[in-house]
């Protein structure tokens, strides 16, 4: 499984003939546009659970869960600068 961090506008190309390019979204929602050829069937994950009947069957189909981002020790460090320390006032010339 391949995990990608994408920008607006921001495409993949799969083989010579599909592409998808990412529109933006918000929060819990991407807005995607799908170029790919007439003769392939695309089908939502809901629409495909929803016409699975037996339990059993259903259970076996993949699902795919949100991962949090990158744990804690893997973030980047803030860094606090202290005003305070490059705020004293510069001597004047010819002072000590």
Not at 15 to 23: N, V
Not at 41 to 68: D, F, I, T
Not at 82 to 88: E, F, S, V
Request: glycine share 6%; aromatic share 4%; no cysteine.
């Amino acid at each position: 499984m391949l995990r990608l961090t994408v920008g607006p506008e921001d495409y993949l190309m799969i083989g010579d003939d599909i592409k998808i390019i990412f529109l933006g979204g918000s929060k819990n929602h991407t807005r995607i546009m799908l170029d790919i050829p007439k003769e392939l069937n695309v089908v939502r994950s809901k629409v495909v659970e929803n016409s699975v009947k037996n339990p059993e069957e259903k259970a076996e189909l993949p699902h795919y869960q949100a991962v949090p981002d990158l744990p804690e020790r893997y973030r980047k460090k803030k860094v606090v600068v202290n005003d305070a320390a490059q705020r004293k006032p510069k001597k004047a010339a010819g002072t000590r």
